[in-house]
């Protein structure tokens, strides 16, 4: 299953990760061999089988509705590149 | 479903008549005291950050726990929309990039909703009911806000909201008009107020609809659509679909085509204008969220929350109808809101219920009204309004007397 | 000095009960061979000394007044994917920058509870994808093991490489662990210790930065089979702060032990017998299988038909949870920013940035496979081939109590000899990765030497919840097999007493740090 580079950048985008001009090229290379030795699936018959969503037949666990969390702001931004008035701070946003 | 198509609704351009398509997908925030994943607090407001716990903020390693209540709020609104209740759903990850989506994914459901196909039945002011059909209703989490006007340079980003439980509550496009658009989502809102599943409050953003909106010539195929975002008022949501109706048809006289895209009110100008830039259709790589099990629902639950149902609206207007003989114009004014409807019930106890729903809406709406005041802060009491009225109806005073007692 | 950080967690625990042995003179030992061998191996990332001390002193405390905790005063390492509160934590990650959690995962703090010793955090593959530690942001981790008369040095695997090295150099009495494809029991099996990967929801993911959610587990890397049973007792709970942790009792292990295996039922899958697979290895797995009737076990021949589909369809599920676990790293709330000239702009300068290749090849597949229109051909047909793996093991459980096959299909290999090819990389799981697909428990135990000296395992997978049987039969491996040993300590410099500030390794700096 060949991807071509355009394809790369396409996914790169929805990634939100810059690709250079080289690292497409190589990135091409890279994921159409592993989407070719991926391909190795199509022999697997799977006619009538579900996919798995979990791996033990256990129940959904379900919480209270009881507030036990929150007031924390500070240790919330604490980590922020950017902050002010216990904001996060981003570049505009145009709307 | 076939809609009919009532001269009313059309709108007249340069090369005739053109029917307008609506379907509304409206987002009403659950009642709850805490988010649909997390235990932060779901309240209105506070200091920026402050309803945000680890894990509405998308720290490394945290992992989403459902709320109990949330699932049965959603169970209970789609009960009271007359809807199939899906015992087993899941919850998908809706993937794309926000600053006011801290995970880059929002939780919410895709090809299993909770809630399946229902109905909304719908009054308009002059006699016409119509039903409109609901496809679906499902969880998912809300996002956190941002705030573009603090500073020239950079937006400020609030999660307070981030994790909030909403309910999506998809209409089939059964709308052809602003006004059945408005009925419908009043009637939606006093529903959900009458189950307590949302406060329906528009202004704090409790209740907000993304519109979507085509045209044209009758008996054509469907236009294509427009997303009109985030519409938080009901008058808005007119205004907004009479623009945007208006915008389609000038470009398709004028022989261009509609480009299907996101699009947002503004008030000021009362138009609608262009949202993000077309760059790429928004590919939100659905999947199933790994951090979470399917919801699995016994019929034992659904009934046993069937039980606690109260009288809905559409059965309350029926029974005012049968047994206080009102018409069904006066019975829906009053059904319209629960409170007003258990206040006119008490005035009305051994009475001759037009003259207590004339009173009701008219008398008392005009003061509670000249006052400012809701039904729950009236002056008069249900009972002493019932006194007044007994007052009158057995002659011991006229209705003009009584008034003045009123205004007193 | 050597001779305290020569102990098992048994021996140590029983020492200190005694006060033979102080924690405090325990975990000095600990910092003090750190210190000496860190340049060479790169295991830890940094140390953190006076954790560590004033953590020791409160066992020695509690000791004194013969309250000791199970775990009191045993110092262990920590890999870089377990938030640990108040102390940075980057999955060895660029973009986590210079991130300090203010929360600690449930795993380690089960640990700490129990009264352990965190010497400091251990270097890794970023965001544990990887099989040799290579791709660390922090400079690769090696091996304490050298092919004979070779100075040429090894990768310890990966992704837990920092874990595997330290253990089997004594720079710790255990480490935690995970393993999302193999990566515990992929670098035991490289350095000769021992790893096991509980069942999936055995242990709590809470706190453990995500990589592939319905994969991941944590897990213990040991010197003794008794040790792993041990620390993995104490790893395990049930979180209610996880929703895939699983409602069930913990059962102490290390009792599983004293059980016989007589009667044992041991299947021996043909398909593990894959084609180029080296006669050292072939010679090993027939090893185990005769330790095993020696041990009075029945050996069964056992069938897996999707065996050789695992590994592909591991490469569609675990990139696709990726690509969207790792969208939070967005430089927005914590981390690496990088400034760009919009909203948009920043994402993609900070993630192109942040990122490492490998990390970005496999968020660039996981995109692309759950990409418009490729869903339905490859995220739901590897769901539904990992659907035919766990009934291929449902089916074995039938015959059998466990499943032994080789580890690995190779021992140690040297830095750089591999990671040209992604595939050929990837080929280094072959025989773990089945195992995660299932959801399984799967230990990889020490079982003997290549012809060039290297360390190599043999690896048991047990039903679910049943690491007990799993411990067991590896017991009969590590009996036959002989304990531990360790390679000769060539990383040593002269000895030097623990400074008193365990300043960070040398370490690539981030780019131009932000003001936080």
Known sequence: MKVDEATVRHVARLARIKVSEQEAKSLQRELSAILDWVEQLDEVDIRGVEPMTRVDGMALPQRDDVVTDGEIADQIVKNAPLTEDHFFMVPKVVE | MTIQTRQENLIDGATGPWEVIIGLEVHAQVSSNSKLFSGASTEFGGEPNSHVSLVDAAMPGMLPVINEHCVRQAVRT???????????????????????????????????????????TVDMKDGYTFEVGIERVHLEQD????????????????????GVALMEIVSRPDLRSAEEAKAYVTKLRTILRYLGTCDGNMEQGSLRADVNVSVRKPGAPLGTRCEIKNVNSIRFIGQAIDAEARRQIGILEEGGTIS????????????????????????????????????????????????????????????????????????????????????????????????????????????????????????????????????????????????????? | MGELTGLTIAEARERLRKKEITARELTEAHLCAIEAANGALNAYLFATPEKAIDMAKASDARLAKCEGLPLDGLPLGVKDLFCTKDVRTTACSAILDDFKPVYESTVTQNLWDAGAVMLGKLNMDEFAMGSSNETSHFKPCVNPWRVEGSDKPLVPGGSSGGSAS??????????TASDTG?????????????????????????GMVAFASSLDQAGPLTRTVRDAAIMLSHMASHDPKDSTSADKPVPDFEKALAKKVKGLKIGIPKEYRIDGMSAEIEALWQQGIDWFKAAGAQIHEISLPHTKYALPAYYIVAPAEASSN?????????????????????????????????????????????????????????????????????????????????????????IGEKSGDPIEMYLNDIFTVTVNMAGLPGISVPAGFSQDGLPLGLQLIGRPFDEETVLRAAQVIEDAAGPARMPEPWWRVAESPPSKTGKPPKKAKASAKKSS
């Open chain 2, 78 to 120: 789609g009960l009271g929309l007359k809807a199939a209740i899906n015992l087993y759903s899941v919850f998908d990850r809706k993937n794309y990039f926000y600053p006011d989506l801290p995970q880059g994914y929002q939780i919410s459901q895709y090809k299993h909703p909770i809630v399946g196909e229902g109905v909304v």
């Open chain 2, 143 to 162: 996002a956190g806000k941002s705030l573009h006007d603090q500073h020239a340079d950079y937006s400020f980003v609030d999660l307070n909201r981030s």
């Open chain 2, 260 to 408: 299907q895209e996101t699009r947002l009110f503004d008030p000021k100008t009362g138009q609608t204008r262009s949202m993000r830039s077309k760059e790429e259709a928004h590919d939100y790589r659905y999947f199933p969220d790994p951090d979470l099990l399917p919801l699995e629902l016994t019929q034992g639950y659904v009934e046993g929350i069937e039980k606690t149902l109260p009288e809905l609206p559409d059965a309350k207007k029926a029974r005012f109808i049968r047994d206080f003989a009102l018409s069904p114009y006066d019975a829906g004014v009053l059904v319209a809101d629960k409170e007003n409807a258990d206040y006119f019930e008490t005035v009305a106890k051994g009475l001759d219920a037009k003259l207590a729903s004339n009173w009701v809406t008219g008398d008392l709406f005009g003061a509670l009204n000249r006052l400012g005041r809701g039904i729950e802060d009236s002056p008069v009491s249900a009972e002493h309004l019932g006194e007044l009225i007994d007052l009158i109806s057995t002659g011991v005073i006229s209705g003009r007397i009584a008034k003045d007692v009123f205004e007193i």
């Open chain 3, 166 to 175: 330290a253990v089997a150099a004594r720079l710790a009495m255990a480490a």
């Open chain 3, 182 to 206: 193999g990566s515990i029991r992929q670098p035991a099996a490289f350095t000769g210790t021992v790893g096991i990967k509980p069942t999936y929801g055995r242990c709590s993911r809470w």
């Open chain 3, 326 to 414: 790792l969208a939070r790293y967005d430089g927005v709330r914590y981390g690496l920013r990088i400034n760009g000239r919009d909203i948009t702009g920043m994402y993609e300068e900070t993630r192109s940035e942040g990122f490492g290749a490998e990390v970005k090849r496999r968020i660039l597949i996981g995109t692309y496979v759950l990409s418009a229109g490729y869903y339905d051909a490859y995220y739901i047909k590897a769901q539904k081939v990992r659907t035919l793996i766990r009934r291929d093991f449902e089916d074995a459980f039938r015959a059998v109590d466990a499943i032994l096959t080789p580890a690995t299909p190779s021992p140690a290999f040297a």
